[in-house]
């Protein structure tokens, strides 16, 4: 969800504005998600690289994170979403990681669409969690192959990612879900995450749709 700093920049507020203008955009673009007939949908809030900004951004982000799970949680739930978390959840502020758990609880019966949300998520740290754990668990290397290892990852039934949506023109992967993205179509769009619409997210299905994947098959 690139680009809540400059878009709040460009209109002379602080960055905090901008996150929160993000934070508008999702209830439209869940909604299209859904008529759209996607399945799963993952959105990168905060990465564990994220830690790194200004203590005043990342206490507002946190803020903004409880607030907009009071906010949007029971009405994601009437529509039929599940709620998931992906990160390392042990370094989050105790009242983010309840209401993480609360919101996986209220949904884990839906099934009309699938939400991650990444939140202090690194492609890297699932990929070394993955292996440690695996070694906690005493598999010999035979065993690892790649089902293995990605029935280790954070939510092993994620499913592989078909589109990346990359706003405000970044070209970047940025340590998003590495493993998850190894075929995945890429759409780099230069709209700030603010203004990203369900018209734009339309676009990007349809571009998508209109590519042939061969997935290394020739
Ligand atoms: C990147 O823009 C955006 C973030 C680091 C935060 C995104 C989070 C939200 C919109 C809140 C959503 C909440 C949930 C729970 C889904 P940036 O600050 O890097 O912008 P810039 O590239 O213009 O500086």
Redesign the pocket.
Known sequence: ??????WAKARWLP?AA??RA??SV?TPLLEAAGEAGVEALT?Y??STE?WGRPETEVDS?MT??LE??KGKVPELNERGARLRFLGRRGHLPEAVRTAMGEAEELTRENDRLHVY?ALNYGGRAEIVDAARRMMEDGLSPEEVDEATFASYLYAPEVPEVDLVIRT?GELRISNFLLWQIAYAEFYVTETL?PDFSPEEFRRAIDSYAARSRRRGGG
Do not use: C, E, P
Not at 1 to 6: A, Q
């Open positions: 969800m690139d680009g809540n700093g400059r960055r901008g996150h993000g934070v999702l959105l809030a905060f994220n982000l903004l994170f907009t799970a949300i405000s995450w």
